[in-house]
């Protein structure tokens, strides 16, 4: 069944545009009828022109209103009939609670369609698999239901966890009542003792959960690393960050030759991608699961000229940011993600950062990208390894300021001071105008670096009520919050 998948993908990847038009087309037919629709005179749309003329672009508080009606129960506000889930995700840079509506379609042709393709493509790359001979451990969130009933709240990854089909349960660890507990350390507990003594061959969920988990699997069993404990796993399916700081530390608990790493990008508002070789060339664009993509250059969006171009028009090595149309209700969507093309036949992408996920107090212009490369290769020069970090801006006077860095080692570097160096002189050569801001000290000051000892970033989610397999630690800020909250707990 999944080898007839491929076919699939393979026409839309042959024919990117009209896959594109056709979801384009669909979208506007179910969102006619629409409050939402309505509103925005869907019936007159009959081009693109006229669908970004009539619907402006939107970030989520901008959105929030219709959500909200929805939550209330009101039905055909943003999609037909009554939307009955809501997957709850905090956003990087905003404490409060984001809502993004669920519909059944997102859930069967978007979210499970793209499950089925990960699997799909790993069979394709790997036909000898013996996946399926064992379970898979799958990490998830926890679920609730509102005070007025009205529908259920969750991450997403709960969501899915609850609405699999009653025949993955024999497939998958842990049992769905303990993938649903609230208690995140009990639930770690739990999922470890079930694990332990099963014959499991895949994982799947967010790195540095995972990380923890089997960690604590090892404690359980006594054994020296993971493929002892599990000799036949061959598959981690991982997303929600970037996975380059963790790989080490997974080939040391894992140090199996048949290990393979599968990368989707599944967000709340949608599934978007999924590598598709190995070695990975990117994420492989995915054009028929109900989402219509926009694009907006980032040297536009900074000066806040919201001018989108269709999949048609975009090019390599330009940073985007991207915008979704989807059968989850969601219209002209700001999801808050930076993207970059690395092939364009067929249409291939990879996370840069985030909108708001950036360092600028001085001119500096850090992305993620550029934080967690320079981190890479200074581990690497300094043999040493990470677990987290979140870096803040440190404001000396009205002229000149540095970045404080805050870093989770799992292998200490011999010499904080040359790490130090290290890093600074890679972030050089990686952005010039860091470089620039950085020449004789005189605006960037020399990085400082704060070592997280006692757990600080892991008793920081748990304040902030972000244990759970999707919520992770904020990487850039440019205002000294989370910083200053961090600080107050060394």
């Known amino acids: 069944m999944m080898k007839k998948r491929i076919d699939k993908i393979e026409i839309f990847c042959k024919k990117p545009i009209q896959a594109q038009k056709s979801i384009f087309d669909f979208l506007l037919l179910k969102g006619k009828e629409t409050a939402f629709g309505k509103e925005h005179f869907f019936q007159d749309i009959k081009t693109y022109a006229q669908f970004s003329e009539n619907i402006p672009i939107r970030t989520y508080e901008e959105f929030s209103g219709f959500i909200e009606k929805a939550r209330k129960g009101e039905k055909n506000v943003l999609w037909p009939g009554k939307i009955n889930w809501f997957a709850k995700s905090s956003g990087t840079t905003n404490a409060k609670s984001k809502f993004i509506p669920i519909t059944q379609e997102s859930l069967n042709d978007c979210h499970f369609k793209g499950g089925k393709d990960m699997l799909s493509l790993y069979g394709n790359n790997f036909p000898f698999s013996d996946m399926y001979n064992g379970k898979g451990l799958m990490l998830g969130g926890t679920i609730k239901k509102s005070k007025d009933g009205n529908y259920k709240d969750g991450d997403l990854s709960a969501i899915l966890l609850d609405e699999f089909p009653f025949w993955v349960s024999y497939h998958r660890i842990p049992d769905i009542e303990t993938a649903l507990i609230s208690e995140w350390e009990e639930k770690l507990e739990r999922i470890a003792r079930q694990a332990v003594n099963a014959n499991i061959t895949n994982l799947t969920g967010v790195p540095s959960w995972m990380l923890i988990l089997l960690k604590r699997v090892l404690v359980i069993s006594g054994k020296k690393n ?80 919201l001018e989108t171009i269709p999949l048609k028009g975009v090019e390599l090595n330009i940073d985007y940011a991207l915008v979704i149309s989807t059968n989850g209700g969601l219209w002209r969507y700001l999801i808050g993600d930076v993207i970059r093309f690395t092939t364009l036949f067929p249409f291939r992408i990879k996370i840069i950062g985030r909108t708001k996920s950036f360092l600028n107090a001085f001119g500096e212009e850090l992305i993620v990208e550029n934080t967690d490369k320079a981190l890479l290769e200074t581990c690497n020069t300094c043999k040493a390894s990470i677990k987290d970090y979140t870096v803040a801006p440190i404001f000396i006077d009205d002229n000149s300021g540095g970045h404080q860095w805050f870093i989770e080692f799992t292998v200490d570097p011999e010499n904080i001071e040359i790490f130090t160096q290290e890093l600074d002189t890679n972030l050089k050569n990686l952005n010039s105008d860091y470089a620039a801001k950085r020449t004789k000290n005189l605006i960037l000051k020399s990085p400082e670096i704060i070592v997280i000892q006692n757990n600080e970033f892991y008793t920081w989610l748990k304040q902030n009520n972000r244990l759970g397999g999707q919520y992770k630690i904020p990487r850039l800020c440019n205002d000294r919050k989370i910083a200053e909250e961090i600080l107050s707990l060394l």
């Open 226 to 305: 993971i493929s002892e404990v599990w000799p036949n796993l061959e598959l981690y399916m991982h997303g929600g960050v970037n996975f380059e700081p963790y790989k080490e530390q997974f080939k040391t608990l894992i140090p199996s030759k048949k290990m393979n790493y599968l990368e989707g990008y599944n967000a709340s508002e949608g599934f978007i991608g999924i590598q598709d070789k190995t070695p990975s060339e990117g994420l492989l664009l995915m054009l028929d699961y109900g989402i219509f993509y926009e694009f907006i250059p980032m040297d536009k969006y900074k000066k806040g000229q």
